[in-house]
T-cell receptor, first 110, second 114 residues
Framework: QKEVEQDPGPLSVPEGAIVSLNCTYS??????FMWYRQYSRKGPELLMYTYSSGNKEDGRFTAQVDKSSKYISLFIRDSQPSDSATYLC??????????FGAGTRLFVKA | DTAVSQTPKYLVTQMGNDKSIKCEQN?????MYWYKQDSKKFLKIMFSYNNKELIINETVPNRFSPKSPDKAHLNLHINSLELGDSAVYFC?????????????FGPGTRLTVL
């Protein structure tokens, strides 16, 4: 079993839809939870990060962590074609080793 | 200004050859990484250096050898290339922290072994 599980998709939604992306993990020592966005043929870039459980909102994006269920989510409201990318969840126990999920490919159709 | 740069961007080579990929960062970070991303987009850590010292060395064949001449550079040399080495290799950098760190990625080097 991988430490971080993420459905690779692809996920296709119409413009304006609410998108929900999820990851589950097995290592209860993970403390920091991140979402990276990767456009085609580019390197990943950090979108959001949260520490421990709870919600964090940034514009149209909301990151949610449920440590009791070992489950994290990223919600995208009013999705746009420019949101089409691969979204990778990532987790870190502290320090420098980050474990990435497999990434979910998202397509937002105009 | 490019924060993390890699050369070359594309690399096509024959099985058995030796090749190198170079990475440079101008962010003033003290930690650099090499990741391999396979065709299914799975991003896996290979190596990490902090202040030129190797701190992460995952289960990677000995044919892969990283070298960090200084804090701003991390190179990857691959000997006797195999078909399975075909992937996109990303360099990243961050500031070392006891807790959270944001990694900044380069544009990737797409390696194709024929």
């Amino acid at each position: 079993q991988k430490e971080v599980e993420q459905d690779p998709g692809p996920l296709s939604v119409p413009e304006g839809a609410i998108v929900s992306l999820n990851c589950t993990y097995s290592n209860s020592a993970f403390q920091y939870f991140m979402w990276y966005r990767q456009y085609s043929r580019k390197g990943p870039e950090l979108l959001m990060y949260t520490y421990s459980s709870g919600n964090k909102e940034d514009g149209r994006f909301t990151a949610q962590v449920d440590k009791s269920s070992k489950y994290i989510s990223l919600f995208i409201r009013d999705s746009q074609p420019s949101d089409s990318a691969t979204y990778l969840c990532a987790m870190i126990t502290g320090g420098f080793k980050t474990i990435f999920g497999a990434g979910t490919r998202l397509f937002v159709k105009a | 200004d490019t924060a993390v740069s890699q050369t070359p961007k594309y690399l096509v080579t024959q099985m058995g050859n030796d090749k190198s990929i170079k990475c440079e960062q101008n962010l003033g970070h003290d930690t650099m990484y090499w990741y391999k991303q396979d065709s299914k987009k799975f991003l896996k850590i290979m190596f990490s250096y902090n202040n030129k010292e190797l701190i992460i060395n995952e289960t990677v064949p000995n044919r892969f050898s990283p070298k960090s001449p200084d804090k701003a550079h991390l190179n990857l040399h691959i000997n006797s290339l195999e078909l399975g080495d075909s992937a996109v290799y990303f360099c990243a950098s961050s500031r070392m922290s006891r807790d959270y760190n944001e990694q900044f990625f380069g544009p990737g080097t797409r390696l194709t072994v024929l």
